[in-house]
């Protein structure tokens, strides 16, 4: 009965604390910085992201790409890690980092076995260069890919799943959506898609305040992509 | 200098006649028909898809999935072709045989070797499950999909380059159309991409009126989707 199943990637695929803070600290490293701490750098860097997506969703900024949203909190935080001597090639290198995310172990394998039964995209407020890049270096095996820039708003808008059950032109219920978020699952399930909750409750390290588990009755709770395979009965690759 | 390499589908790299007329043969074979023309069904089927489009384009009918347009057309010729006994089940099945298109021989391998450097996605008049579906069967390696029904437009509407050129966030010569069809070329140069024609002289058979070369300078011209990718330089698999 499930077609599709749509994926969140930042936190519930790739591991994007580690990937920045791993690409962060080798640029200051190559700037002659010895106490600079990548895994600050990657949460503090995070935390521009949902109030950057706030502002579209509340309609007090056009929406733009993430990419834009990235670049202008990495401009904010520069200065504060000693890094504010980047050039403006080296600053736009370095907010392609977001492009460049390392999945978490169990994600390429998990996706395979998934992809296997159904039809795989993520639901992500990625750009399509960002996600498409992503997927090529990280070799996550989507179908198709829907990007917020398809959709012209973020998650937790419900434009966006509406948008998605609108393209895909199937019942709600046709549609899984599988995060590690719980409010990302309520939004999906507000519109009737099913739902799997992937619990990675190391994402935001020592900044991490919600989604230590799931907090509602999903169709699916999962420890990991792997695991939400075998909840879906996909065969073993 | 060029980063995303865009393909025309129906004709370009999958061979709708082919395949739409062995579907057809099989089915009406099992319906006890023994004087069904296969390619001619094709072909008439085939003919109802530029003027439903064109509808739309002129604002004469609101944007549906093409989908809706293969199974109006469908329902028109079915008596025509001594088919009319067929019920809805068997009628949206039948449908669906422009999900499950045979690509042309050297489709998936040039593809393979052109996703090798570049990024590469179709830009079709296909719905996304269509042309997703079309992909996982036939093994075509897309990094991502646009479909008509993200633009809302069909080609060769401008706003279908343009919607492509802005989600992609690259500047129009950094962006390669190929298509089997000129005038796809022209509206894409019109916007500033690049072009390369793949030469398909066989597409519609008896009822073939153009295309049969290059009618312009575009930036390549080729013969095969290999071909292509050799003139792309890019590195055997």
Request: contains cysteine; glycine residues 6%.
């Amino acid at each position: 009965m499930i077609r599709v199943v749509l994926f969140d990637t930042f936190g519930t695929i790739v591991d994007w604390r580690s990937s920045i803070a791993h690409e962060s600290e080798e640029l200051a490293l190559s700037k002659g910085l010895t106490n600079f701490d990548g895994d600050a750098f990657a949460r503090a860097w995070r935390a521009g992201y949902a109030p950057g997506m706030a502002r579209v969703t509340a309609g007090k900024a056009p929406f733009v790409s993430i990419d834009f949203i990235h670049r202008n909190r990495l401009d904010e935080i520069l200065p504060g890690f000693g890094l504010a001597m980047l050039d403006e090639t080296e600053r736009a290198h370095l907010n392609l980092a977001w492009h460049r995310l390392d999945p978490w172990p169990d994600s390429v394998s998990g996706l395979t076995r998934i992809r296997s039964k159904f039809m795989i995209s993520p639901l992500s407020n990625g750009s399509l260069m960002l996600l498409a890049t992503m997927a090529k270096r990280a070799g996550l095996p989507w179908d198709f890919i829907f990007s917020s820039d398809m959709h012209r708003a973020f998650k937790r808008n419900p434009a966006v799943y509406q948008n998605a059950i609108r393209l895909l032109h199937l019942e709600p219920e046709q549609i899984m959506m599988a995060a590690a978020h719980n409010d990302d699952l309520e939004a999906a399930r507000n519109e009737g898609m099913q739902t799997a909750y992937i619990n990675r409750p190391t994402e935001y390290g020592v900044d991490q305040r919600a989604d230590f588990a799931a907090t509602s009755k999903w169709n699916i709770i999962a420890n990991s992509v792997e695991d939400l395979a075998d909840q879906l009965a996909c065969p073993a690759i």
